[in-house]
C-alpha cells in the first residue's frame, strides 16, 4: 500500500510544521509506505495511482485549493485537520470534502464514521537536551505574534510569585502573521513595560527550527504559556515544550484541553509548584503521544476502512492538476494580492498604531 503526504510549502508558520511533524510519524510504518510533496497555488500537479492522499488541509494555506474536487479524481482522500472546537472538528472545513478526518486532538470524541481522534504528533529527538541549572529561575514562552497569547499574563505571572527572575519570550515573524514584525514589537514593550524590579524580560524574534526550538526550551526552568484566546484549534507551542522534558505551566484556555487532561493550569497550579511537580505529567504525554502511537492509530484507521480503500482506488492515469475556487479571481487576483500583501497589511496596521497605545492593547492583545 502506497499513500502520498500533501503539505503546503515551506512556510514559517504552525500549521507547514504540524503538518511536518505529522508526515514524519507517519513514515515510520512499515505497513506502507508514503511519499512526501508540497503544493500552492502555482505549483499544484499531483501524481495519480496512490492507495491513498492525506492531505495538511487548512483554509488559511490552502484556500485556493477546490476540496470538493478531490474525491472525483484521487483515490481514497484523508485530511488532518489542526484546527478543532471542543469536540467539533468541522469549524474550518467540510465534512463532506474527505473520506476520512484526522483530527490532532486526543480529546475530540463525537459518534462519525469519518472522524478520528489523535494524539499529537510528537518526533523523537536525537539532540543532547541541555541541562538546566539555571542560578536565576528562567520562565520560557514563545509564539507567533497573534491575538490572545498572552505574554503580558506570564509577565504578570513571574511578578506575583518571584522577587528575582528572568522572563525568555520569543516572538518570530510569520509569514502567515499580518504585520507580525510591528505587533511583535508592540507585544515585547507591553511585556518589558509590566516587569516589576528584579524581573528581567528578554525578547528575541529568531525563527528556529525545531532542535533549536527544542534545545530552547529546555534550557528553561519552565516553560509558560497563559492564552487567553477564544478560537478553535490546539496550542503547537506545547509540542516542542513537551519533547523538551522540562516542567510546564498552562492556563484553563479551551486551546489546551490535551494538556489540563494531564495537569492543573495556572492559577490553580502556580509557576512555583509547576516547577516542582509537573514534570512527571510532562513525561507521561510525550509516552503517550510518541511517533509510535501516532502511526499505530492512523494504521488502525488504515484497518477499519480497508474495504473504503479498496472501493475508492483510481489506477494511475495522468497527472491531477487541483482546481482553484473561484479560478477566474485567483488566476487574475492571487499573484498581485501576493505580492503587494504585505505592504497593505502593514498600511492597515500602522493605521492602528495611530491611536492610544492603551487602547491598541486592549483591542489586540
Given amino acids: ?6 503539505n503546503n510549502k515551506k512556510a514559517k508558520d504552525s500549521i507547514y510544521e504540524s503538518g511536518l ?17 508540497e503544493i500552492d497555488i502555482d505549483d499544484r500537479t499531483v501524481p495519480t495511482g496512490y492507495d491513498f492522499y492525506f492531505f ?35 469549524v474550518y472545513c467540510s465534512p463532506r470534502d474527505f473520506d476520512l478526518y484526522c483530527v490532532l486532538d486526543p480529546t475530540v470524541s463525537i459518534s462519525n464514521k469519518k472522524v478520528y481522534a489523535f494524539p499529537r504528533p510528537l ?74 524590579e528584579g524581573i528581567r524580560v528578554e525578547v528575541t524574534h529568531d525563527f528556529m527550527d525545531k532542535e533549536d526550538l527544542i534545545k530552547w526550551c529546555a534550557a528553561n526552568t519552565l516553560n509558560c504559556f497563559l492564552y487567553d484566546r ?21 492556563s484553563s484556555n479551551d486551546t489546551f484541553r490535551h494538556i489540563t487532561a494531564y495537569l492543573k493550569p495556572y492559577p490553580e497550579c502556580g509557576l512555583k509548584t509547576s516547577i516542582d511537580g509537573s514534570l ?28 473504503l480503500l479498496r472501493q475508492r482506488y483510481k489506477p494511475a492515469k495522468a497527472p491531477f492538476v487541483i482546481p482553484l475556487k473561484n479560478k477566474s479571481i485567483f488566476d487574475t487576483v492571487g499573484k498581485r494580492y501576493k505580492k503587494y500583501k504585505r505592504k497593505f497589511q502593514n498600511l492597515k496596521l500602522s493605521s492602528l498604531f495611530k491611536h492610544d497605545d492603551s487602547k491598541y492593547g486592549k483591542e489586540i492583545i
Avoid at 285 to 307: A, G, H, I
Wanted: with cysteine.
Fill in 230 to 250: 477564544n478560537m478553535p484549534g490546539l496550542a503547537a507551542t506545547t509540542d516542542q515544550a513537551i519533547v523538551a522534558q522540562r516542567p510546564l505551566a498552562v
Fill in 1 to 6: 500500500m502506497k499513500g502520498l503526504f500533501i
Fill in 123 to 196: 518526533e523523537k529527538t536525537i539532540i543532547d537536551l541541555p541541562t538546566a541549572n539555571n542560578p536565576i529561575p528562567v520562565i520560557g514562552t514563545f509564539g507567533f505574534a497573534t491575538k490572545g497569547k498572552g505574554f503580558q499574563h506570564v509577565v504578570d505571572a513571574v511578578n506575583a510569585e518571584f522577587d528575582e527572575a528572568i522572563v525568555k519570550i520569543n516572538i518570530p515573524h510569520g509569514d502567515f502573521v499580518p504585520g507580525s514584525k510591528e505587533y511583535a514589537d508592540f507585544l515585547a514593550k507591553v511585556c518589558r513595560e509590566r516587569a516589576k
Fill in 56 to 90: 495538511n488541509y487548512h483554509p488559511l494555506t490552502l484556500q485556493w485549493l477546490d476540496a470538493s474536487a478531490l474525491k472525483k479524481n484521487l483515490s481514497l482522500c484523508i485530511s488532518m485537520v489542526l484546527e478543532v472546537a471542543p469536540n467539533d472538528p468541522f
Fill in 21 to 37: 511533524m505529522t508526515y514524519n510519524c507517519l513514515a515510520l510504518s512499515v505497513k506502507y509506505s508514503l511519499d512526501y510533496q
Fill in 280 to 307: 512527571p505529567a510532562v513525561l507521561q504525554m510525550l509516552n503517550d503521544w510518541s511517533p509510535e502511537n501516532f502511526t499505530k492509530k492512523f494504521e488502525q484507521m488504515l484497518e477499519e476502512n480497508s474495504q
